[in-house]
Nanobody, 114 residues
Framework: QAQFVESGGGLVQAGGSLRLSCAAS????????MGWYRQAPGKQRDLVAS????????NYADSVKGRFTISRDNAKKTVYLQMNSLKPEDTAVYYC???????WGPGTQVTVSS
């Protein structure tokens, strides 16, 4: 069972940037599509970005399109989420996992102040 550990969150002003990282364990990382999710207080956990196993295909939620970029390094078993032009509504706990995985990591808190 793969495991995921997110890092890179923090407090940033609106308009700022953060880069999240997700370190994965397990031997099947390079074969699996990966996703970044977020959950704001009182709201459901939503998929914000996904990337194919090779990194050749990416998809984004409309709310982050043009501001967030997902990427991966299969040699390092790591997925990244570059977040630019952050808005207060991006405030949430961010999680990553394999699209088909049922295992969640602890997440990393992102707080955007206005």
């Amino acid at each position: 069972q793969a495991q995921f550990v997110e890092s890179g969150g923090g407090l940033v002003q609106a308009g700022g940037s953060l880069r999240l990282s997700c370190a994965a364990s397990g031997s099947t990382f390079s074969f699996n599509a990966m996703g970044w999710y977020r959950q704001a207080p009182g709201k459901q956990r939503d998929l914000v970005a996904s990337i194919s196993h090779s990194g050749g295909s990416t998809n984004y939620a409309d709310s982050v399109k043009g501001r967030f970029t997902i990427s991966r390094d299969n040699a390092k078993k790591t997925v990244y989420l570059q977040m630019n032009s952050l808005k207060p509504e991006d405030t949430a706990v961010y999680y990553c996992k394999g699209i088909l995985s049922s295992s969640w990591g602890p997440g990393t808190q992102v707080t955007v102040s206005s």
